[in-house]
């Protein structure tokens, strides 16, 4: 077994996390990451934390992620503060994981795809 990647794949995965001025969450994980169980509760948590009690709309970037664990995936499931989530990515992989989700997961709120920016920001702000 390759001692790099068993050290590596137990490092926990960074991720920015904000609500920008117009009232929108962006989650942001970096290329190539492989998103585990405690690093979608970590992100989780720090939505519930930075939203307090309001909730609003939330745009991930997944693009260029490499795998989402299935505990990722059912953290991802439970209910946070996020009102509306759109994925946002680019490649047939991005669009495979997030169909993925979508189709066996129980998203906790509205959820959809998009590889186009700018439609999935006019999405989340739609009432």
Same mark, same amino acid.
């Given at each position: 077994?390759?001692?790099?990647? $068993?050290? /590596?794949? /137990?490092?926990? +995965?960074?991720? /920015?996390?904000?609500?920008?001025?117009?009232?929108?969450? @962006? #989650? &942001?994980? *970096?290329?190539?990451?492989? !998103?585990?169980? &405690?690093?979608?509760?970590?992100?989780?948590? /720090?939505?519930?934390? #930075?939203?307090?009690?309001?909730?609003?709309?939330? !745009?991930?970037?997944?693009?260029? &992620?490499?795998?989402? $664990? @299935?505990?990722? @995936?059912?953290?991802?499931?439970?209910?946070?503060?996020?009102? @509306?989530?759109?994925?946002?990515?680019?490649? *047939? +992989?991005?669009?495979? !994981?997030?169909?993925?989700?979508?189709?066996?997961?129980? *998203? *906790?709120?509205?959820?959809?795809?998009?590889?186009?920016?700018?439609?999935?920001?006019?999405? #989340?702000?739609?009432?």
């Amino acid at each position: 077994m390759d001692q790099s990647a $068993t050290s /590596q794949d /137990q490092q926990p +995965v960074a991720f /920015q996390l904000n609500l920008d001025d117009s009232g929108i969450l @962006r #989650l &942001t994980w *970096p290329r190539g990451a492989r !998103i585990k169980e &405690t690093d979608a509760q970590r992100a989780m948590d /720090q939505v519930n934390d #930075l939203c307090g009690t309001s909730r609003y709309p939330m !745009i991930v970037d997944m693009a260029t &992620t490499d795998d989402v $664990t @299935r505990g990722a @995936r059912s953290v991802f499931a439970k209910p946070c503060q996020a009102s @509306r989530i759109a994925l946002w990515g680019s490649s *047939p +992989v991005d669009r495979v !994981i997030a169909n993925f989700f979508l189709g066996i997961m129980k *998203p *906790p709120c509205p959820t959809r795809f998009f590889t186009d920016e700018t439609e999935a920001l006019e999405w #989340l702000v739609e009432e």
